[in-house]
């Protein structure tokens, strides 16, 4: 994988919304949006969006971001067609994806891909700035101050829209580019190194969360 020192700085970021939070197998979530931000020399520079066609997108999804069944049916593409376009804008080029909590956007495109007959995107090809803020900084404090907004705002990044495809994965881009600037050493060695260090403490986090909740005492 690409290991030129600017390859921090031009990478495609990636975010969907979708119609739930189940992420894998038969009974995935589906993709209704989806948006890939490449930033060139860490500026955007190019911005590709999707609405797929989806037959029942639940009301409390809708609430989320905004997209209603009636629009998806009307506006949407057929997801055959919109998934094959994904892959490839992800694939085109050797550089990373950039997901903000990686560990959803990821496996949830894999399965929507699956369900038409792709492939799933090559493995370890993403960054995670969520992992790298809890690895970096593990001492926020508050709740749900690990989310994309207030995220942002600790690496001085304001947004007037959230919870669309497009505007998060630009800010999930943003703050990366803001993680990299405060934590030089996370680009001292290749792409690969850096993401396999991130699956490491991806699970560790997990781990050390799945130990929390064991301490905590029955209510």
């Not at 989320?64 to 998806?72: A, K, L, P, R």
């Not at 593990?138 to 669309?164: C, F, K, M, S």
């Not at 991806?202 to 064991?214: G, V």
Request: proline letters at 6%; glycine letters at 6%; charged letters at 20%.
């Amino acid at each position: 994988m690409n290991s030129h020192p600017n390859w921090a700085q031009s990478f495609i970021a990636f975010d969907t919304e979708t119609t739930g939070l189940e992420t894998e197998g038969p009974d995935a979530s589906l993709i209704v949006t989806a948006a890939a931000v490449t930033f060139t020399n860490g500026t955007v520079a190019h911005e590709r969006s999707w609405l797929l066609r989806v037959s029942d997108i639940p009301a409390e999804s809708t609430a989320i971001h905004g997209v209603t069944t009636e629009t998806s049916q009307a506006e949407g593409v057929d997801p055959s067609i919109a998934l094959l376009e994904i892959r490839k804008v992800l694939t085109a080029d050797d550089v990373p994806i950039v997901c903000f909590n990686a560990a959803f956007d990821i496996p949830i495109l894999n399965a929507n891909l699956a369900r038409v007959g792709l492939d799933p995107l090559p493995e370890n090809r993403s960054l995670c700035p969520l992992v790298i803020d809890r690895q970096m900084n593990p001492y926020v404090r508050g709740a749900n101050q690990r989310r994309l907004e207030p995220t942002a705002a600790r690496y001085g990044i304001t947004v007037d829209q959230w919870h669309d495809a497009g505007a998060d994965a630009t800010v999930a881009g943003l703050i990366f580019i803001a993680e990299v600037a405060a934590y030089p050493a996370l680009t001292k060695g290749t792409f690969d190194e850096l993401a396999t260090s991130i699956h490491i403490w991806r699970d560790e986090q997990d781990a050390s969360f799945r130990a929390w909740l064991a301490r905590q005492p029955p209510r």
